[in-house]
């Protein structure tokens, strides 16, 4: 159940007018009252012998218990309280006595004789509108202080007494919603999202990796958007407005928007916060890489991606270290990474990654201020994704994409527990559902490098195989079974090898990743591990790139072990 207070206004015909037209594109079906304050008032939906002139006069006539220069200037309340999405379809009845449990709430009419006039009228078949006159019975103002955050509270009761689904209450953390009239336009429009939302995108992604302020306008500009700075008479910049080229009024003028009002970490004093953290360092950082120990140079894409992996892992390791800020700030620096990673993926999983970054935004904003000097690794890791250029979706720049991706979801879904810890409730939910995304993205970009390492796998020997599921057994005795009895076994089996092979422990990898953070959320524990194992022992991750003469033959097989299973494992 999602209740809203609306604005409050002076026309109560006019209202009435709009809730039992036709609406703005003639979505109303069948207008009509389902509730009032003595059940009594006139329906002019169904009632063709009423009308609104009289369901007004009769809403206003408390009014007329008050001097002119008594009267609220603006006296009309309106509440509306729709089903969420997925809800059965509730019953007039049902309506009715949600109308009444709401007004009780709020202090509209609180039940004690002497409330205000209202009516709850129903125009579809998932939401009612209640509208109030502000003016009691007994000619005194109603108590409302804090209607909005009542109705919440007896929303989670009705959810609770009708079995409805339970919708997140919210913190007056989230940025504004669309106006319904800008949700209109945009319809109107052909747009996806109503203006306010493509410009908050547009600027979070102007923002990611950004160290002055100079670079972030100039992206700004980039993007097309039309910018307008606001300057003191001093000359000093005190903020900025953003605007679509194509959205505007109906004078022909550009429709602006404050980047306070798009959200309120997009202020420009909040942006400088950041500005303040990070090294100004140029993209040269990502992309003027030497090649490995056998020749080969990784691409840009490639390198910013391992860099990238490895700040979310460090990230991953101490998101709840340092205190609450410094955690607020490893969040809001993971949403620029999934934000660069959106940007710069190919068209494979570009959806699912934007889809990921655009829910994500919602975990990034709290009441914990952030303080950005514990997120310039990942800050700057967003940085090198976006001047690295973009990733093609095979080879090493796709392998080490998954790699990437692997870790940011364990890293969301810490950021869920975090704020779920904190009753952060829309922050946790937000940080789930980017979380689904990312897995969605991963299990499309980890198939066929994962597929190509199982290949790899399943050439070595058995007896080398069988000395590997020893060390697994060894290193992780809880895990072992589930881990060998995976799809993904012979994969970490190959990268086990190859680890050796760089002079690498395989069984002292294999602790180390799997001790750090836990693997109950992972749906392949032996996938996550072989991510782990590739990133800590610096091998490629794709299997096709030799590096510290790893034959990439399918024919040929790692050594074997120098010693005995049994000899090594009484090290």
């Known amino acids: 159940m999602i209740p809203k207070i609306h604005k409050q206004g002076s026309n109560t015909y006019g209202l009435l007018a709009y809730l039992y037209g036709k609406g703005a594109k003639e979505e109303h079906v069948d207008p009509h009252l389902v509730a009032s304050y003595d059940g009594l008032a006139p329906d002019p939906g169904r009632d063709v012998n009423a009308s609104l002139t009289a369901l007004q006069q009769i809403l206003d ?50 039940g004690d004789g002497a409330g205000c006039r209202w009516a709850a009228i129903r125009h579809a078949d998932d939401h009612i509108h209640i509208i109030a006159t502000l003016v009691r019975e007994d000619g005194r103002c109603p108590d409302h202080h804090r209607s909005g955050k009542r109705a919440q509270d007896e929303a989670r009761r009705i959810e609770a007494d009708y079995d409805l689904r339970r919708v997140t209450p919210g913190d007056g953390t989230a940025p504004k919603r ?53 300057v003191a008479p001093s000359g000093d910049l005190l903020g900025y407005n953003v605007a679509l080229p194509d959205d505007r009024n109906q004078a022909g003028e550009p429709v602006y928007y404050a980047g306070s009002t798009l959200s309120a970490d997009l202020s420009l004093p909040r942006i400088r916060e950041r500005f303040t953290t990070i090294p100004a360092e140029t993209h040269q950082h990502a992309t003027n890489r030497g090649t490995d120990g056998t020749g080969h140079k990784p691409s840009a894409a490639a390198t910013s991606r391992r860099s990238a992996t490895h700040a979310a892992w460090v990230a991953l390791l101490t ?6 800020g410094a955690t607020a700030a490893r969040i809001t620096a993971a949403g620029e990474i999934l934000d660069a990673l959106a940007m ?92 689904a995304h990312l897995r969605t993205a991963y299990a499309t970009t980890a198939e066929a490098p994962l597929a190509r390492l199982r290949e790899q796998g399943r050439q070595i020997i058995q007896p080398v195989r069988d000395w590997y599921a020893l060390q697994v057994h060894v290193a992780l005795p809880d895990l072992a079974d589930s881990v060998i009895a995976e799809p993904g076994w012979p994969a970490l089996v190959a990268t086990m090898a190859q680890a050796e092979q760089a002079g690498r422990d395989p069984r002292a990898l294999l602790a180390e990743a799997a001790g ?39 024919t040929s097989t790692p050594h074997m072990p120098r010693q005995s299973g049994a000899s090594r494992l009484r090290r």
């Open 61 to 110: 006539q408390p009014l007329r218990l008050l001097d002119d220069d008594q009267r609220p200037p603006r006296h009309v309340w309106h509440c509306s309280a729709r089903a969420a999405l997925g809800d059965r379809i509730l019953s007039d009845a049902d309506w009715a006595d949600i109308a009444r449990r709401m007004v009780v709430a709020t202090g509209i009419d609180p």
């Open 178 to 230: 669309p106006t319904s009239a800008e949700q209109h336009k945009a319809d109107r429009q052909g747009r996806d999202r109503a203006a306010r939302e493509e410009l908050r995108t547009a600027v979070r992604q102007a923002l990611t990796g950004t160290t002055t302020e100079d670079e972030f306008f100039a992206r700004l500009h980039a993007t097309g958007l039309l910018v307008r700075q606001r």
């Open 319 to 324: 998101i709840d270290q340092d205190g609450d």
């Open 344 to 435: 710069t993926s190919d068209t494979g999983t570009r959806q699912q990654l934007r889809q990921a970054a655009w829910v994500f935004e919602r975990a990034r904003l709290s009441h914990t201020r952030a303080e950005h000097r514990h997120a310039q690794a990942l800050r700057l890791a967003a940085r090198e994704l976006l001047y690295s250029g973009p990733a093609r979706g095979s080879g090493e720049d796709g392998a080490t994409t998954a790699m990437l991706i692997d870790t940011l979801f364990f890293l969301v879904l810490a950021t869920a527990h975090w704020h779920a810890q904190r009753r952060h409730a829309q922050q946790a939910e937000s940080a789930r559902r980017a979380a």
């Open 516 to 554: 750090l953070r836990e693997l109950d959320s992972a749906s392949s524990i032996s996938d996550v591990l072989t991510w782990r194992l590739r990133r800590m022992a610096d091998l490629p991750a794709d299997a096709t790139n030799p590096r510290h003469g790893q034959s990439t033959s399918h």
